[in-house]
């Protein structure tokens, strides 16, 4: 670093610098939710055991930090989350499409006048418009547009501007990127804490029943019927008044606040359709049956009055005195179910119980949520209607209006049960139960985040507890139905006891009226019961002793209390239950007492040292217990003297349950063996000692210890998880502790070690467990993340024989620095117990030696990689599979082991051992390896290697903040490295190697590991800071080199700045590979490079500009890379159909695409929709590239735009000005990428920015339903939404399997309901980056300008600025931007103008376009931008050649195609511009002199002639045929300038093509083929260009009006004409290339061979054979389609169409054709029409006539329009038919159609057979169809007359034509030939075959003119029978079984048929067979003439 100047150390600094270290130990407090932790109570020595629990669950968290890693909120807004405020900053940009929205008026409703097309072709006088221009009033000038300015300064002006107010951080713009491949962001775990389920808030609010008479007490529970289990402990709640409270006065003796509350908080883990909320209503035991007590409540009416009132008092006298007597009894009275199916209504808990298990413990966060913990988001959102949790889960108030009597026999929870589950079946226990009518009020909610004054269970008020709230709420514990896997973290010891039943059945007579009396004693006097029992509602908290309730005269009563008893933390031997039992006496008796004793049971607490629980049936002794008694268990007492008088002789008559709910107590055999063999290791015990029923020896203890740890993970998983925390520290202390065991040193490492192993794996494989996005187990990363800390090494080793330190009481809260007065104290301790040991033998000094090797305690990271390292077999393997685990764990304890060195001690190098740093190299080989030998194998292992690969990742980011860094990136290396070397599979590897890198990257220090102050700033430095070269470096031309050298990826670069080196390396290779599934690895290679760039730019310590100068520098070979990958970018002008930025439909941007004019890639220059990548790839060698999408393009760009702004720009220049012209070709190419890839998209669509977004929406929307479904807390919400998308974890989408169908959640529609202001901000935020995306292209341009002013290229260079800066006019700008582009535009038409007049001929065009464009915006600024450009480009052109001819014609073409095409063309405005134009030629005084005024004046009353014809066509712009009309009458107008006419071609195609009408769009530019084929052969002679329009015919015989005949054509070498692009060769080629795709789209492919006749000898004779291959594919296609979709193909349907009335104007009795879709039926055309003329006149004025007979123009109404329509069909003489084989042919190049219309002589149009005429119409069209529109006037009509039998003729021919036609199918289609067998030979055909027969056939006519027609028509039905018979044999062949008898019955019908004709066909006329006989030569027959004869003669011979 001695090499850096002060400026470069100053900033490494600032940027965190590397002295101080980056990792912070920190002791964070541990969250409490209670006022005080709950902790055991004061002045009692703890168990060591319980001791260790209880530190565990106070001490504070210890939290690794990095210090510089600002949270990521910090950073800037690196996640949008703290985007929030950001755009408030932004400015807001005008876009005029956005403008023009708001603007538009509503469409007018009402008729419109229909404009009646008068002659367009006459052009107003010029003084007319001229007059019409003068009198608007122009727009503000710019000031000093006009003054001379040298072209520097203008750029320097220009510039200035460009620089002010610009966006400092790009990336703040750009939508954040897709979160899937941020690999990098390592989830914090969530924070242990305790488990709350989803929870309820239920309030009693009131309890009354019929009649008041005494004190009821409700309690409430919750019960699963379906898992037949209770789900909560009891909440007991007194709602009685205070006169009946006063009634037992004598038996509280103080009430407790936390007695008082009337709200319980129930917790719910599993939520069910099955749990209710159980209300047990108990009332003072008084004499009588439960039934007996009750019936006042169900006969006295409180309303009755008079009578009841007394009895009432009576009852209540009564009460007051059982109350007073018997008040501390209590009896069941009754109850009442309430179910809360409806709260947890999610039909998804229908499902299978396993299914559930799924959703449960798999959130991503530690805990198992469920269903409504969404709800903890905040109080409102259940209130919402779509949470899983029911619909109508906001408060809800319940009424129970009536109870069940409790029956006195089944009081137990089974009966419970049985009568829960018919009550859900039925809903009504009335017809067995008793109900007693009441009402109890409650109020049942979601209970709030926070509640204010709430009781733990334990009774510890819970934050925030204010002082003054007097009746608290009560949380109630829960028992959930199944294992909730969520470790303790808080001191809880609850005992709870259930007496279940008592059986006093053959127990003397006085046992009826019994109650248990229960303690909990800790010694037998009676004084030793203890005050642990919870007391119930209004009374004390805390009671010594609790009675049952009592039924009456019962002698073998059920109990149903539940007893619930604070443990004590130290439990000894003489803990036990005491359980006393009496006979109450309900009557008051002279002087007996109430109770009467019946005898005793107990329950030891502590079996073996161990909690007792579970299910017990004791013996009940009949007599005071003996002394002692409580050491035994009741069931074995031994035998006592005197005995012990027993109930039943010792038979168990009492059962009991007990169940604990206990922190401290693990209730599992291993872990309880486990933890008590530690606890004897570590303090003073005497041995043997017991361990559950075994004793254990001083010499067994090492044995039974390693026994033990191998076991410990065969402990249920329960158990094992809710001791985590604890089990793991133990096992690591073991694995550090020197342990010297009766005199033998003991080493538990390797079995510790391997017990964590197995812990670890069973955790992972664990279903029930939920793991995070990297595939964690959730339980360890919060264990490893704030639980772990280094083990504290004992001070004091317990020795054999006699131990005596006890541990030191300071270590739980030192912090183990083991500093060296520590180690030398353990020496010497050692040192006496060796010496006073004689079974250590040999001298001092060799004791002392061994004993130092022993004691000098092991550091935990040695220990720990050494075991990683020395693992075999399995346990390696599973070390290896979860290394994230154990790289964690080394990760933290070497962050604490440096926190507590010696802080001189500093040197990275020094700080770990020699032994430890090749340890941990083995780790990364091993590691490395096994990740290589994974993704050999199948799919299945790839997702295991890609965790290994990412855990390592993690592993060396962590060692980069606490080892040398040299180390660590000599491990990156060898894992580089490694990879290669055993890898074959290139996107595999390079995805591997990206994840890993993209993680290094993220690293905080990642600038100062590359050194980023190092690279060769523009001052040459080299890239080695080497003297010698520093001294070269003055030649100039090395320094050259050595700039264009920064921006490649070159060694030196790799070798200094090694991270980065190492990913460009792997962007380089991505984009440059090949093969199936490369492209993911593409988007992840620019994902990664771009979140690191974005990062940086949203860093706050990367603020400075000169900061982001030094890391743009780092990262200039991105810029090669990304050159290099020119070909492969997506191609946005194919996404991007819109050119002519239309606001237009769906259906206009759907077509739009058809007709791309990007002349076929041929016009290099022609910017409209060129595909870029077509001109770049001329320049490149041929390979085929694997494309990237638009989002990885989109993501590739923003980087090298960030590159550029923050680059040095005069380094830019330099590097510019040296690169060869392909280069900057290439980059000019990358820009205008750039340009399409970053248009604003508007803020309808803002939300599609990009496809992320809304993947995002959706990603949301599908978190959002996980949350409801799972239910998690907000703060697992908050770290899900920091966790990527879990798409590459299948397992965490599994929950979401049945969303959709099960869940309530519903939305209105996929954007997710965006509120305005979000989509406001969306747009802002997303106008703010293109307008500076823009801004930075305009910069790059700038760059390039003047980089290359020096250089010779600057025309081709200036023609790819030009096509950029055109091209982003192109796109929608902001009005910011544009004014930028437009002053850069006139700096460079000022400083190459005459370049660009001379050379650019076809970007000035486009220039003139775009420009026009924008003189006709709505927005001032733009707009006065815009003319000021125009006008100087003008002028220059003008200061060039004196003459502005080009400029003139090029903005006249413009001007045509604007008008065409632009839908929301505005003229007003283009006006006002025309007028600013005008106002600058006049205040121009430098010109006033010359020809230039009038010449412009000249040219604008041109421009506004243009325009008239514009509105013109604006007003039919509702009538496609009449606005074709239009367009194709102005296209005639400019018969004689060319270009124009080419340019009207273009918009008649392009409007064809928005409306699908692809024939005549390809007709069209046919039409301009031909147009310029006519001007090349002027031009030039070469054998292979079409000899002008006559070549085209065999396309259309329509062509030839495009040959140049007229005298006053331009001659083509004039000046400014035919100076189109259009009008080259190539130009000629794109044109019919694009005719061939729209007739193949179009469906006519013969003529897409015609076409090709054309272009091949073009492409031949310019050798271009790769477009040779192309065509030639492409009439291959086109061949095919012939083949095998010929008969398939639609071509168009006509109908005639006539218009008559006055209203029609020029229409009025005009005829035409029209040509619509295939398959339009007559009613659609109808339909149409009507509509439309009915909205222009008034649906009541418009008529169509149905039929097609001549129409009578006196007998129309003159006021109504007449629409007459009717279909034609093409129409051929019998001579062309010879021509038209095909069915093409008989579909294309149509002039004449004809139609029918029936008649008879006496007017109707239909009669019988024999006096049916037809009228045939011929009609000739003016063009052949398809033309170039789609309706075309009829100039020519002939009618034929048929008679009746010619009628016949006709129709028998046309039936047996339909018969050859069915049989001759192939392949035969039975249907078709049945239908058509059955309407010839069917029975019941109606004027079928055999009448026409019999009709003409009968007889042999009179007149012998008609023998002919006679015998031809004998002559068809002889062909007739002939097919038919055949079309019967076809059938017979191809029909199925079941089709038999309709065969038959064809058969018979066909034979009948023929009988009947038979006579009749074979009857001949003799007379037509005489030889004499000669026919008359006038007599012609009209069948076998080319047309039919002439009205008048048919009907003179019919008459």
């Not at 991503?364 to 259940?382: M, P």
């Not at 005992?495 to 800790?522: D, E, G, H, W």
């Not at 010792?650 to 872990?671: C, P, R, Y």
Request: proline share 4%; glycine share 4%.
């Amino acid at each position: 670093m001695t090499h850096l100047n002060s400026l470069d150390v100053q900033l490494a600094q600032e940027l965190g610098d590397f002295t101080d270290d980056d990792l912070d130990v920190v002791f964070t407090p541990k969250e409490c939710r209670t006022l005080q932790p709950s902790l055991p109570e004061e002045g009692v020595e703890l168990d060591p055991h319980v001791r260790d629990c209880v530190q565990t669950y106070i001490r504070e968290w210890l939290i690794v930090n990095r210090k510089n890693q600002g949270s990521p909120e910090i950073c800037g807004f690196k996640k949008t989350g703290s985007r929030k405020d950001f755009h408030k900053t932004l400015p807001k940009q005008t876009f005029e499409s956005e403008t023009l929205e708001c603007s538009e008026p509503a469409a007018q409703a009402g008729p419109r006048h229909l404009n009646v097309l008068c002659d367009v072709s006459g052009k107003g006088p010029v003084t007319a418009c001229e007059f019409d221009l003068r009198s608007l009033q122009p727009d503000k000038r710019l000031e000093n547009l006009l003054q001379q300015v040298s072209a520097e300064d203008f750029e320097k002006q220009n510039e200035e501007a460009r620089r002010t107010n610009r966006q400092a951080e790009l990336f703040a713009l750009y939508p954040s990127v897709d979160e899937e491949d941020a690999v990098e962001i390592r989830p914090v775990p969530e924070c242990p804490k305790e488990h709350l389920g989803n929870r309820i808030l239920v309030k009693l609010l009131t309890l009354k029943f019929e009649v008041e008479i005494e004190p009821l007490f409700a309690s409430i529970a919750l019960y699963d019927v379906k898992e037949r289990k209770k789900i909560s402990e009891n909440f007991h709640c007194d709602l009685n008044s205070d006169q009946f409270k006063g009634f037992l006065r004598a038996h509280t003796p103080s009430v407790a606040a936390s007695s008082q509350a009337r709200s319980a908080v129930f917790s719910v883990t599993f939520p069910s359709s099955d749990i209710y909320l159980v209300v047990k209503i108990e009332k003072v035991l008084q004499q009588g049956e439960i039934g007996d007590c009750a019936e006042p409540y169900t006969v006295i009416k409180e309303s009755d009055g008079g009578k009841s009132k007394e009895k009432i008092e009576k009852l209540k006298l009564q009460a007051e005195s059982f109350c007073q007597r018997l008040g501390k009894y209590r009896m069941p009275f009754a109850w009442a179910p309430i179910s809360l199916s409806s709260f947890f209504n999610v039909s998804t808990l229908e499902r299978e119980v396993t299914d559930v298990d799924s959703v449960v413990g798999r959130s991503s966060v530690g805990e198992r949520r469920t269903l409504a913990q969404s709800r903890r988001l905040s109080e409102r959102a259940l209130s919402l209607e779509e949470n899983g949790v029911g619909s109508n889960f906001k408060t809800s108030t319940l009424s129970v209006s009536s109870f069940f009597k409790q029956e006195g026999d089944r009081l137990s929870d089974e009966d419970l049960f049985k009568f829960l589950a018919d009550y859900k079946r039925s809903s009504s226990l009335q017809r067995r139960v008793k109900s007693i009518p009441g009402l109890l009020r409650l109020e049942i909610s979601t209970a709030p985040e926070i509640i204010n004054c709430c009781l733990t269970p334990e009774m510890l008020p819970v934050k925030p507890f204010p002082e003054n709230r007097t009746r608290p709420h009560k949380e109630i514990l829960e028992f959930p139905t199944r294992e909730v896997y969520v470790p303790h973290t808080v001191y809880r010891n609850l005992l709870y006891v259930y007496p279940q039943r008592l059986n006093f059945v053959n127990k003397l007579a006085s046992a009826r009226n019994i109650t248990i009396k229960i303690q909990f004693m800790c010694g037998e006097d009676a004084s030793n019961a203890m005050p642990v029992i919870f007391g119930k509602s209004s009374g004390p908290e805390f009671l010594q002793e609790v009675y049952t309730a009592v039924t009456y005269h019962n002698k073998s009563p059920d109990f149903y209390e539940e007893v619930k008893i604070k443990l004590p933390a130290k439990l000894t031997v003489n803990h036990h239950l005491l359980f006393t039992f009496y006979h109450i006496s309900c009557q008051q008796k002279q002087g007996a007492s109430v109770e009467t004793l019946l005898g005793y049971s107990w329950l030891p607490i502590l079996l073996n040292e161990r909690l007792q629980t579970g299910s017990y049936c004791l013996p009940v002794a009949l007599e005071k217990l003996p002394p002692n008694y409580s050491m035994h268990s009741a069931e074995k007492v031994p035998l006592q003297n005197p005995p012990i008088k027993w109930a039943e002789g010792h038979k168990g008559v009492f059962n009991i349950e007990v169940q604990a709910v206990s922190s401290v107590h693990t209730q599992d055999n291993h872990l309880e063996k486990f933890f008590t063999l530690c606890h004897s290791l570590e303090s003073q015990v005497t041995f043997p000692i017991r361990v559950l029923d075994q004793k254990i020896s001083e010499m067994g203890l090492e044995h039974e210890l390693k026994l033990s740890i191998i076991c410990l993970n065969s402990s249920r998983l329960e158990p094992l998880v809710l001791f985590l925390h604890l089990v793991l520290d133990k096992l690591f202390q073991l694995s550090v502790q020197p342990m010297v065991i009766a005199g033998q040193t003991a080493n538990f490492s390797q079995f510790a070690f391997e017990s964590v192993v197995a812990i670890a794996n069973s955790l992972h494989n664990s279903k029930d467990l939920s793991k995070d996005q990297h595939g964690r187990n959730c339980l360890l990363a919060s264990y490893v993340h704030y639980v772990f800390r280094l083990p504290e090494v004992q001070r004091d080793v317990p020795k054999s024989g006699a131990p005596t330190a006890l541990p030191d009481p300071r270590s739980y809260h030192t912090y183990g620095r083991t500093s060296a007065a520590a180690v030398s104290s353990k020496l010497l301790q050692a040192r006496v117990i060796s010496s006073s040991n004689p079974d250590l033998a040999g001298t001092h000094s060799a004791a002392d030696e061994e004993v130092k090797n022993i004691m000098s305690s092991k550091h935990f990271h040695e220990e720990l990689a050494l075991q990683m390292v020395v693992s075999t077999g399995m346990v390696r393997e599973t070390v290896f599979k979860y290394a994230w685990f154990f790289f964690e764990l080394l990760v933290k304890s070497m962050a604490q082991h440096v926190h507590n060195m010696d802080k001189r001690d500093s040197f990275r190098r020094t700080r770990f051992s020699d032994r430890f740093m090749d340890d941990i190299t083995t780790i990364v080989n091993v590691v490395t390896s096994e990740i290589a030998a994974l993704l050999v194998k199948p799919q299945k292992e790839n997702e295991q290697a890609e965790k290994m690969n990412i855990s390592l990742a993690f592993f060396l980011y962590d060692l980069l903040s606490l080892m040398d860094r040299g180390f660590v990136f000599n491990l990156i290396k060898h894992y580089c490295n490694q990879l290669s070397a055993k890898l074959s599979n290139l996107p595999t590897l390079v995805s591997m190697r990206l994840e890993f890198l993209r993680i290094l990257c993220s690293h905080e220090h990642y600038l100062n590991l590359n050194l980023f102050f190092m690279n060769a700033d523009a001052a040459p430095a080299s890239p080695c800071p080497s003297i010698s070269s520093q001294n070269s470096s003055s030649c100039s031309s090395f320094q050259d080199q050595k700039i264009a050298s920064m921006f490649d990826l070159t060694s030196e670069y790799r070798q200094q700045h090694f991270l980065t080196g190492l990913l460009f390396t792997e962007l380089a290779a991505a984009l440059d590979a090949e093969g199936e599934g490369i492209s993911k690895v593409q988007r992840k290679a620019v994902s990664a490079v771009h979140s690191l760039l974005s990062s940086h730019d949203l860093d706050p310590r990367c603020v400075k500009p000169e900061v982001k100068v030094k890391i743009a520098a780092l990262y200039l070979p991105l810029v090669g890379i990304i050159l290099d990958a020119l070909p492969q970018l997506c191609d946005f002008t194919v996404a991007d159909t819109r050119r002519y930025r239309t606001s237009g439909s769906d259906e206009e941007q759907e077509g739009a695409g058809a007709i791309n004019q990007n002349v076929a890639l041929a016009i290099a220059g022609n910017n409209f929709n060129l595909k870029t990548s077509g001109i770049v790839l001329s320049s490149l060698p041929y390979k085929q590239y694997n494309m990237l999408n638009a989002d990885t393009t989109r993501n590739l760009m923003i980087c090298f735009l960030w590159i550029m702004k923050n680059a040095d720009q005069s380094l830019i220049r330099k590097w510019i000005a040296d690169l060869p012209s392909t280069q900057l070709n290439r980059i000019l190419d990358l820009l205008f990428i750039c340009v399409l890839c970053f248009e604003y998209k508007g803020k309808q669509s803002s939300d599609k920015v990009s496809t992320q977004v809304l993947q995002k929406s959706r990603d949301v929307k599908a978190r959002l339903e996980e949350a409801l479904l799972r239910g998690e807390g907000a703060r697992g919400e908050m770290m899900r939404r920091r966790a990527p998308g879990n798409d590459r974890f299948p397992g965490l989408n599994e929950n979401l399997r049945w969303k959709k169908e099960q869940t309530h959640w519903r939305q209105a529609n996929e954007k997710l309901d965006k509120t305005k202001a979000e989509l406001d901000q969306e747009a802002l935020i997303s106008g703010n980056l293109a307008t500076e995306a823009h801004l930075i292209i305009l910069d790059m341009q700038e760059n390039i300008i003047q980089a290359s002013s020096a250089l010779d290229c600057k025309d081709s260079l200036l023609g790819g600025v030009l096509r950029v800066l055109v091209n982003s006019l192109n796109c929608d700008q902001s009005t910011t931007y544009l004014t930028h582009c437009f002053a850069t535009l006139r700096a460079l038409i000022a400083k190459f103008g005459d370049l660009l007049f001379e050379e650019e001929v076809e970007q000035c065009f486009d220039l003139c376009h775009q420009v026009l464009h924008h003189c006709s915006s709505s927005m001032d600024v733009t707009r006065s931008q815009a003319c000021a450009t125009l006008y100087l480009l003008m002028r220059f052109s003008f200061g060039a050649t004196s003459n502005f001819a080009r400029v003139k014609m090029q903005v006249t073409m413009s001007l045509a195609s604007l008008v065409g095409r632009a839908p929301d063309f505005n003229e007003e405005h283009l006006r006002r511009s025309l007028r600013t134009i005008l106002a600058y030629s006049e205040e121009d005084t430098a010109m006033q002199m010359t020809p230039f005024p009038t010449q412009v004046e000249e040219l604008l009353c041109n421009l506004n002639s243009i325009l008239y014809d514009t509105v013109k066509m604006r007003e039919f712009q509702e009538d496609p045929e009449m606005l074709m009309d239009l367009m194709y009458r102005i296209a005639k107008s400019y018969q004689a300038s060319p270009d124009l006419r080419l340019t009207w071609l273009q918009n008649m195609a392009e409007k064809h093509t928005k409306k699908k009408c692809y024939t005549e769009a390809a007709m069209c530019l046919v039409h301009a083929a031909a147009l310029v084929a006519e001007y090349l052969s002027m031009l030039e002679d070469h054998s292979y260009l079409p000899v002008g329009s006559v070549s085209f015919q065999n396309i259309s015989s329509n062509v030839l009006e495009e040959s140049v005949v007229s005298d006053d054509t331009l001659s083509p070498d004039e000046d400014g004409v035919c100076a189109g692009q259009y009008f080259t060769e190539s130009g000629l080629v794109g044109l019919l290339e694009q005719a061939a795709e729209l007739f193949s789209t179009g469906g006519l492919y013969e003529t897409v061979n015609e076409v090709y006749k054309l272009v091949i000898p073009i492409l031949e004779a310019h050798r271009e054979f790769r477009k040779l291959t192309l065509t030639h594919s492409k009439l291959q296609r086109a061949f095919d389609s012939i083949v095998n979709k010929d008969h398939k193909r639609m071509f168009g349907t006509y109908f005639r169409v006539g218009f008559f009335g006055s209203k029609f104007g020029d229409l009025d009795e005009q005829e035409f054709v029209y040509k619509e879709p295939a398959i339009t039926k007559l009613p659609e055309i109808s339909h149409r029409l009507e509509a439309f003329y009915g909205q222009c006149f008034g649906a009541e004025f418009v008529e169509v006539i149905k039929d097609s007979t001549p129409v009578d123009k006196t007998k129309l109404d003159p006021n109504k329009a007449y629409i007459q329509i009717t279909f034609v069909e093409p129409y051929f003489d019998e001579y062309e038919m010879k021509d038209r084989v095909t069915y093409f042919e008989k579909n294309f190049n149509l002039r004449r159609f004809m139609y029918t219309t029936p008649f008879t002589l006496e007017g109707r149009p239909r009669g019988e057979l024999h006096e049916q005429y037809r009228r045939n119409t011929v009609l000739t069209t003016m063009h052949a169809f398809p033309y170039i529109k789609t309706r075309i006037s009829v100039i020519q009509k002939e009618e034929f007359v048929l008679t009746p039998i010619e009628v016949a003729i006709e129709d028998m021919k046309k039936k047996t034509l339909q018969l050859a036609v069915a049989i001759n199918q192939e392949p035969p289609d039975p249907k078709m030939l049945q239908m058509v067998l059955q309407g010839s030979v069917g029975a019941t055909v109606n004027q079928g075959p055999l009448e026409v027969a019999q009709v003409f056939l009968a007889e042999i006519p009179a007149d012998p003119k008609l023998y002919r027609h006679h015998n031809k028509l004998r002559l068809c039905f002889k062909e007739f029978i002939m097919r038919c018979g055949e079309a019967v044999e076809k059938n017979k062949r191809l029909i199925t079984a079941d089709q038999r008898e309709y065969q038959q019955e064809l058969k018979k019908n066909y034979n009948k048929l023929k009988e009947n004709l038979r006579p009749m066909i074979e009857r001949k006329i003799p007379e037509l067979y005489k030889p004499i006989f000669r026919v008359e030569s006038q007599k012609r027959d009209s069948f076998h003439r080319s047309s039919f004869r002439k009205c008048e003669t048919q009907l003179s011979q019919g008459s």
